[in-house]
């Protein structure tokens, strides 16, 4: 079992900075990939970025150039740093665990962190 805590999201205006952290528990964390997904009212939940245990990384086509995700394996943590936001970007931002593979959906979920790009 994996239980996955969100922290970080905040108002923040178009063009500046933010970063997302997620602090997992369990001892099977630097194993597993690690993902951001968000999801905006009316949408459905997308993949932002996921991150393998060994650094490899895949991105959306829509943060890719702003947003890097990293992860700390001895501190079992991932995060999200999110750079030049655009008003599109504002959603509730959900990290993801459980998955062996950089393409596919984990089965944990955090509980998820508010990020609102707003002037």
């Known amino acids: 079992q994996v239980q996955l805590v969100e922290s970080g999201g905040d108002l923040v205006q178009p063009g500046g900075s933010l970063g997302l952290s997620c602090a997992a528990s369990g001892s099977m964390f630097s194993f597993y990939v690690m993902a951001w997904y968000r999801q905006a009212p009316g949408n459905e939940r997308e993949l932002v970025a996921a991150i393998s245990r060994d650094g490899r990384t895949n991105y959306s086509d829509s943060v890719k150039g702003r947003f890097t995700i990293t992860r700390d394996n001895a501190k079992n943590t991932v995060y999200l740093q999110m750079n030049s936001p655009k008003p599109e970007d504002t959603a509730v931002y959900y990290c993801?665990?459980?998955?062996?593979?950089?393409?596919?959906?984990?089965?944990?979920w955090g509980q998820g962190t508010q990020v609102t790009v707003s002037s």
């Open positions: 993801n665990a459980g998955s062996w593979y950089l393409y596919s959906t984990g089965p944990y």
